[in-house]
């Protein structure tokens, strides 16, 4: 049991050791002002002590000198730590590269459901390639969650109602763990899996044999959905004028009926399904016409929504 456990991570993906430099740097200077402050304190108490009775110690001035050294070098040092790490911390949780492998999460008591954009589904397990950018697009049908990889140094809160981001690029083909690190009830503990690399040949054998048979792409089942909810009704091609078409919506720029203009991201599309009347679209009547479909499909029809959404073309985001 303790082998899965290992006491110090792998270092699998191209974060891990850029995090590990930073640590690094925390902890030996960590260590050195410890034994800088320990040292100095026995040294002072050795050699200043009080070797008599009468003794009455001289009057101590002030040193500006040594006030500006004491004040300049911390704030060196911590103003240094604070570029560092949020210099990393841009790169690990901002805009993942635009040639990333999209990959989704949704988080339930207690298990990751993982979609790829080519269909297969898997639980608590996660295969990708190494050596290429993979993007995490995850949410929670309940709870919140967090979605952890030690191996690779990235950790990120699922949280219900909005979709959080990670990404990462592991370096090495092997097997590595993947736990949930946010309580989230009884069996939080046992809300764990592994993270499969792969050689991209390999990888590539995985997707073609995943499922087994013909498996329909996340695009191709958001498709299906669009009909069955009867979504085409007002945003079909043909368009009869009850809804605004949404080809090439994802990514772009949207007029809305208050005056503001926003982003079609995840965030919005998602809005704009659960609860239209948040976001009416200029040219629309409020309330929206759009029935909301909140409660009426899981996180993962609405992942599959999205997944049609986005293929309908736009900026690729
Ligand atoms: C009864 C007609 C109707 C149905 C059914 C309908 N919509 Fe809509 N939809 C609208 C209207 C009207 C708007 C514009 C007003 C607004 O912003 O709510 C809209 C807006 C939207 C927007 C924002 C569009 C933009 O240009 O910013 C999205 C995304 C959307 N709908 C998706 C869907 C999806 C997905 C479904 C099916 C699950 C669906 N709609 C079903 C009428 C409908
Ligand atoms: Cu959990």
Redesign the pocket.
């Known amino acids: 049991m303790w082998r899965d456990f290992p006491l110090l991570p792998e270092r699998a993906s191209t974060f891990a050791p850029e995090v590990d430099a930073l640590y690094g740097f925390l902890v030996g200077m960590s260590l050195f002002f410890i034994a800088l402050i320990f040292i100095l304190i026995t040294v002072f108490a050795i050699k200043y002590r009080r070797r008599s009775e009468e003794e009455v110690p001289p009057p101590v001035r002030g040193s500006l000198t040594l006030e500006i050294i004491w004040i300049a070098v911390p704030l060196g040092l911590v103003l240094m730590i604070f570029g560092w790490g949020a210099a990393l911390y841009f790169k690990m949780y901002g805009r993942a590269p635009a040639e990333a492998l999209e990959v989704y999460v949704v988080g339930k008591q207690w298990m990751w459901h993982i979609q790829h954009p080519t269909g297969q589904r898997e639980i608590n397990e996660l295969h990708i390639p190494a050596g290429r950018p993979i993007k995490l697009t995850m949410t929670t049908e309940d709870v919140i969650h967090s979605f952890y990889i030690p191996d690779f140094r990235v950790k990120k809160d699922v949280v219900p109602g909005r979709y959080t981001s990670i990404w990462f690029e592991a370096t090495r083909p092997g097997r590595y763990r993947l736990f949930c690190a946010e309580y989230c009830g009884t069996k939080h503990s046992e809300m764990s899996g592994w993270v499969i690399v792969m050689n991209p040949v390999e990888y590539q054998n995985w997707l073609n044999s995943g499922g087994g048979g013909r498996i329909e792409s996340l695009a191709q089942a958001g498709e299906r959905?669009?009909q069955q909810?009867?979504?085409?009704?007002?945003?079909g091609e043909d368009d009869p004028g009850?809804?605004?078409?949404?080809r090439g919506?994802f990514g772009r720029p949207?007029r809305?009926?208050d005056g503001r203009t926003v982003v079609?991201d995840e965030a919005?599309?998602r809005e704009?399904?659960l609860n239209?009347?948040a976001?009416?679209?200029a040219g629309?009547?409020?309330p929206?016409?759009?029935?909301t479909?909140q409660g009426q499909?899981t996180e993962e029809q609405l992942l599959q929504?999205l997944a049609?959404?986005k293929s309908l073309g736009g900026e690729q985001r």
């Open positions: 959905l669009f909810l009867a979504c085409h009704t007002c945003h009850l809804g605004p078409s949404l919506l949207v809305l009926a079609a919005y599309l704009s399904i239209p009347d976001k009416i679209v629309f009547a409020s929206s016409s759009m029935p479909y499909i929504l049609y959404l």
